[in-house]
């Protein structure tokens, strides 16, 4: 990968932020024909790691990245409070893809960077002016301040987005927090990840242990409000130790801790005059299970050629750019539905309700309703056939609880 230690004077984009999602829009824009330059603020890409590594299908079509495949993953054991085991899935078909995600950021990003985008490391901006014509952003690269002119500054720069706060664009709905250790000799089932249940353990959400080649990634995502004083830490060390779970952890040896926030719920205006947010720097998470790479991915391919047309109209303006947020619409509702899903069937569902709700799932016609028709990208199908041939689930009026498992 080519990585520049100088700047042109102009571009048409610049990206701030090299991890998947400013890879894949670098890569987009550069086959919309536009100079790029990609901004990125460590030394590597990739780094530090703090994600559970998975890809759902809809993202790894649209990145040749299949040689990143730790494990595909074509199951799930779904696991109750109190122990109700339900199996989903079979090995004739992948619901998604455990990778490196090391490997995975880097060849996104390289895909940008082959087709012609400009990358510059130890690098970050300190200041963005908005004039008429052009952005001008300020960017200490290696401790030296450099200025760099644009028609469009995009902030893929995460969680903590540095572009969002400096233009001043809102903040997610919701923040999670996410927490991970990496083990080898987890008793685990080849193919199949774990999911976990129940207040002690993540309290409104859930957590996992998912197979990544020779090691399994075991963590928990919750809400600082939900965590009632514990830090995810303790949590994961209460799964560890479960009476119900701890056969399957007796043998693991740690090999690594990470963490991080998960920002959910897209910013109502992540588009301004000459700036867009992408990732998760605009909230877009997804709130059943925190994936963020396939729903930055759906905004880039909503977004840039519309933004690719208003470079080459030179038509960026604070109203016009305002207007385009309507291209997010049917996202921002999938994810909010998926949202108001989770809420009733998880987040404020107690122990007790969900074990309720296992008991159901655990009967061989209703598991059999969801390995039919349970799809990672589109769980609507399978909650409509779930409220429609179970009686129980009507009760449970629209919980539909099968987005949690494949959203
Ligand atoms: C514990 C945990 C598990 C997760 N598991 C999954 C999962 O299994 N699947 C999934 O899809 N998602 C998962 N996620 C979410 C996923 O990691 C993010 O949604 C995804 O990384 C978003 O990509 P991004 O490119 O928007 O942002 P990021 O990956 O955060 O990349 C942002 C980049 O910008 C750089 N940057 C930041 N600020 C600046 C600055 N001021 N100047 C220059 N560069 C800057 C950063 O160094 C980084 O390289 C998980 C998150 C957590 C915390």
């Known amino acids: 990968m080519s990585v520049q230690s100088r700047l042109d004077e102009y571009y048409d984009v610049v990206i701030i932020g090299a ?17 790029v330059l990609i901004i990125e603020e460590h030394s590597e890409i990739g ?41 989903i899935g079979s090995p004739e078909r992948v619901r998604t893809w455990s990778v490196c995600r090391k490997k995975f950021d880097e060849g996104v990003v390289r895909l940008a960077v082959e087709s012609g985008a400009n990358i510059i490391l130890n690098s970050k901006p300190t200041n963005i002016v908005i004039e008429d014509n052009f ?21 893929c720069d995460g969680a903590h987005s540095w572009v969002r706060r400096e233009m001043k664009m ?29 207040n002690d353990i993540a309290p409104g959400f859930f957590a996992w242990a998912i197979p990544s080649g020779e090691t399994t990634r075991i963590g928990m995502w919750s809400r600082a409000d939900l965590l009632s004083g514990k830090s995810c830490e303790m949590l994961v060390d209460n799964l560890m130790n ?3 779970w701890k056969s399957r952890f007796e043998h693991c040896n740690i090999i690594g801790r990470f963490g991080g926030p998960v920002p959910s719920g897209l910013l109502k205006y992540p588009l301004g005059e000459r700036v867009a947010l992408f ?16 729903t930055g991915f759906d905004q880039v391919d ?6 690719s047309a208003y470079m080459n109209n030179d038509t960026l303006g604070k109203e016009k750019m305002k207007a385009l947020v309507k291209n997010l619409e049917p996202l921002r509702k999938k994810l909010n539905r998926a949202r108001a899903l989770r809420d009733a069937f998880l987040t404020e569902a107690s122990d007790e309700e969900l074990e309720r709700v296992f008991m159901v799932w655990s009967r061989p016609e209703v598991t059999k309703i969801i390995n039919e028709s349970g ?13 429609k041939e179970v009686p129980e689930f009507r009760s449970l009026a629209t919980k539909a609880a099968s987005a949690i498992i494949w959203s």
Request: hydrophobic share 35%; aromatic share 4%; glycine share 16%.
């Open 19 to 35: 991890g998947p999602v400013g890879g894949y829009l670098g890569w987009s824009m550069r086959k919309l024909g536009h100079s």
């Open 47 to 87: 780094r530090p790691f703090q994600c559970a590594g998975l890809v759902n299908p809809g993202a790894m079509e649209r990145v040749p990245m299949e040689d990143t495949v730790l494990t595909p993953i074509w199951g799930a054991r779904i696991n109750s409070p109190n122990g109700t085991t339900v199996d």
């Open 135 to 155: 952005a001008e952003l300020s960017v200490d690269v290696n401790g030296t301040i450099m200025q760099v002119r644009c028609a469009l500054v995009c902030g």
């Open 170 to 198: 809102g903040r997610p709905k919701e923040m999670m927090i996410g927490y991970q250790v990496e083990v080898t000799g987890y008793n685990g089932s080849e193919g199949q990840l774990d999911m976990f249940t129940g």
């Open 242 to 244: 479960s009476s119900i």
């Open 279 to 294: 990732g998760d720097a605009s909230g877009a998470c997804k709130p059943t299970t925190g994936g963020g790479i396939g």
């Open 302 to 307: 909503l977004l840039a050629p519309k933004l």
């Open 375 to 387: 799809e990672i990208d589109n769980p609507i199908p399978l909650g409509i056939r779930l409220l």
